[in-house]
């Protein structure tokens, strides 16, 4: 939501100051324009991209406008107890831990993998494989939306262009109105730059941004599972996993207790 408030910002800000450096409003509603900037944008990232990818679109706009939660600290935790839990009673002791349908996917495929006993290595290739998955998977939306961001201000030019040949046209016409005909002709490129920079290419970034910290979370997940398979003491395995927190989630982590509540 937060994402959806901010766009309006930047677009209201864009606005107000036209309208305050003697724009009319009404100016920037021009219909030729919008045809031109969103329906070739439209064209040419659906030409550049496979329809199964774009048929996605609607599910990447979800995840790019909700709020990504992550309990980094309450992951690390986690993965202390069953540190602790496996050194006391043995590995097959999780397995009763793992059946329920509540855990993440990836810590339970995972962990069902160690209780099955294969080889460490095989383990770790395995969750690196599906966490490269899961990443290509991502840039497939940062993609659609990065081509956006390329293709709109260029686009906005060819309307421009579009847009001055007909007022060159017309020159041996009524000249009275020439002024606003030129700048009218501008706003394609006003469309174009505006919708690359304040819609299409911050939602990329916002994309790209929720791709890394979940890579950041899948690779705390692999390597805690790999140190609990080894056997690592659970405070070596905690110092380890706490390198993946910042500063913040240190001290929220450092303020709970070994049950995960605040001390």
Do not use: W
């Not at 550049?48 to 939660?69: E, Q, Y």
């Not at 939306?145 to 309307?159: H, L, Q, R, Y």
């Not at 979940?214 to 997940?221: A, G, P, T, W």
């Amino acid at each position: 939501m937060e994402g959806i408030i901010f766009i309006v910002i930047s677009i209201g800000a864009v606005i107000l100051g036209y309208s305050v450096d003697g724009g009319g409003i009404a100016g920037l509603g021009k219909l030729a324009p919008a045809i031109i900037i969103f329906g070739g944008t439209i064209g040419a990232v659906g030409a550049s991209f496979p329809i199964s990818d774009l048929k996605k679109l609607g599910a990447i706009l979800k995840v790019a406008f909700s709020k990504r939660k992550v309990d980094t600290p309450n992951l690390v935790k986690y993965f202390k107890q069953i540190a602790f839990k496996t050194r006391k009673e043995g590995l097959l002791s999780i397995e009763e831990m793992i059946s329920g349908d509540d855990i993440d996917p990836f810590i339970k495929k995972g962990l069902q993998m160690v209780v099955d006993g294969i080889e460490p290595q095989t383990v770790r290739e395995t969750l690196e494989l599906n966490a490269d998955l899961i990443d290509e998977r991502h840039k497939i939306g940062i993609g659609i939306f990065d081509a956006a961001g390329g293709f709109a201000p260029t686009i906005g030019v060819v309307g421009t262009v579009a847009s001055l040949i007909v007022v060159l046209g017309n020159l041996s016409g009524d000249t009275s109105s020439l002024g606003e005909a030129i700048s009218s002709a501008f706003i394609a490129t006003l469309y174009g730059i505006s919708s690359a920079n304040l819609l299409y290419l911050p939602i990329a970034n916002k994309l790209k941004r929720y791709n890394q910290i979940e890579m950041d979370e899948k690779n705390l997940i692999t390597q805690a599972i790999i140190c609990i398979q080894e056997g690592v003491n659970p405070n070596t395995l905690e110092e380890k996993l706490k390198g993946f927190l910042d500063k913040k989630q240190l001290e929220t982590y450092e303020k709970k207790d070994d049950t995960g509540e605040e001390s």
